[in-house]
Each structure stands twice: as C-alpha cells, then as structure tokens.
C-alpha cells in the first residue's frame, strides 16, 4: 500500500512563498511519475503541475508557470511544490499524487494513490 503525506502548507501573504513536500512510502517511488493538484473551495480539483520519474521532464498549468518549481528527491522518496509570487487566487488545499506511470500527467485519471492534502491560505 502507497502512502502519500504532504506538508508545508499554511497562511501566507500575497508575494510570499512557500515550498510544500509529499513524503511517500513504499520502495517503488522513483519508479512513477508524480503531480500535484489543488481544489479550492466551490471548485473542482485542478491541476498544478507533474514530474517524470526521474525528475527530467516537468509539466505546469499555465496558472502557476513561472511562479511553481515541482521537484522530486527519489533517495528521500519526496515530491516537492516551490511556490513564489503566489497570489490569493492559489488559495485551495493541495494534494500530492503518483501517477500509474513513469511519465508526467495532467488528468486525475492518470493518478491512482492520492494523499490527504494540505492547505495553502494566501492572504494579507
């Protein structure tokens, strides 16, 4: 069973950065690709962004790129979400994610272990 466990999230104000981390279980974890989504309060879960299972391809939405670096630590079995320049429109609860692959995905569909989430408030 994969266990995924994010961190890091909390109340920040605009501008102000924040890195969150999914700690993962499991001796598989550099073998799948992974992502990171957010669902904010009304709406559906979107996604953010994903990483190859070695780390060499990223993909962003269009709504964080340049602002988000997604990064992974396969010896620490961690995903990562750098957050910058971050806007009170990035307000949700996010949620880290392994993909049923090695490539990176954009669609919940390609997800299949999810982890509890953690909340981003941006705020002044």
Do not use: H
């Amino acid at each position: 069973q994969v266990q995924l466990v994010e961190s890091g999230g909390g109340l920040v104000q605009p501008g102000g950065s924040l890195r969150l981390s999914c700690a993962a279980s499991g001796r598989t974890f550099s073998s799948y690709g992974m992502g990171w989504f957010r669902q904010a309060p009304g709406k559906e879960r979107e996604f953010v962004a994903a990483i190859s299972w070695g780390g060499g391809s990223t993909y962003y939405a269009d709504s964080v790129k340049g602002r988000f670096t997604i990064s992974r630590d396969n010896v620490k079995n961690t995903v990562y979400l750098q957050m910058s320049s971050l806007k009170p429109e990035d307000t949700a609860v996010y949620y880290c994610a392994r993909g049923r692959g090695r490539s990176y995905y954009s669609t919940q569909y390609d997800y299949d272990y999810w982890g509890q989430g953690t909340q981003v408030t941006v705020s002044s």
